[in-house]
């Protein structure tokens, strides 16, 4: 099992690398994981050293990749996100600790990716309202609904000039600014401008890595938030 993670955390620093630096994973990069997962898994699978079975092994697999493809076919994130999970689900298939509520690894370090990621609109949320402690008027020019502004609280920042993977969430229409927010659509380009209300273009493949990096340290944090509550 060593091997496979080590081999797992190689893959993911790396695309973790060329996310944070392109915000792009060439299609290439992933052909030797997915091809060293699939000799390790058909090996440990001919020789029975996992102790799994067929079917295990195919809800290992095929459970992980479809709802991965599913986010990307939603437009929840991008290709190489995708095919990360993917290759994962090939290199650590099966895994077991005592915090774990099921032995798929990659399906545990999947919502635990989703988890960590869901912790990005509180982050946003404590921006603004930092901002707004300040004394800085982000809603200044806007005129907007509540409920868009309080969408755009939890979505986006506004800054004083747009950042380099920065993507716009506002617009203008008949005159006016409005926000321009869409959950399920990634945008093609990048922002530019001056004062202009932005979502930050979030390496997703970073918290592949960290959600990964939980698994194996700590377990399925979906199971430990579940007992906790069973608990009180």
């Known amino acids: 099992m060593l091997h496979r993670i080590v081999i797992a955390l190689i893959m993911l620093v790396a695309a973790s690398y060329l996310d944070l630096k392109s915000r792009e994973v060439p299609d290439k990069f992933w052909i030797p994981f ?9 090996y ?3 020789l029975g050293t996992l102790g799994y079975d067929i079917l295990q092994l195919a809800v290992a697999i095929g459970l992980v ?5 599913a986010g990307y076919f939603l437009h929840l994130y991008g290709g190489a996100d995708a095919k990360a999970i993917t290759a994962l689900s090939l290199l650590f298939p099966i895994y077991s ?3 774990m509520l099921h032995s798929f690894g990659a399906l545990a370090a999947f919502t635990n990716s989703v988890l960590l990621s869901a912790l990005l609109p509180v982050f946003f949320l404590l921006v603004n309202l930092f901002k707004i402690a300040k ?3 982000i809603f200044e020019g806007f005129e907007d609904s509540k409920a868009s502004k309080i969408k755009a609280l939890f979505l986006g920042t506004r800054r004083k000039q747009a950042g380099r993977f920065d993507y ?4 203008l229409a008949e005159g006016k600014k409005m926000f321009n927010i869409s959950l399920g659509k990634i945008d093609e380009d990048f922002a530019t401008g001056n004062d202009i209300w932005v ?6 493949l970073v918290f592949v890595l960290l959600g990964f990096i939980t698994t194996v340290l700590f377990g399925d944090l979906l199971f430990t938030i ?3 509550i069973y608990r009180t």
């Open 34 to 42: 997915v091809i060293i997962g699939a000799s390790f898994t058909a």
């Open 44 to 46: 440990d699978f001919y």
């Open 65 to 69: 990749s479809a709802l991965s493809w």
């Open 97 to 99: 600790s005592a915090g």
């Open 135 to 137: 004394g800085e008027k």
């Open 168 to 171: 716009s969430i506002e617009k």
């Open 199 to 204: 979502s930050p273009g979030i390496p997703l």
């Open 226 to 228: 579940l007992r906790s």
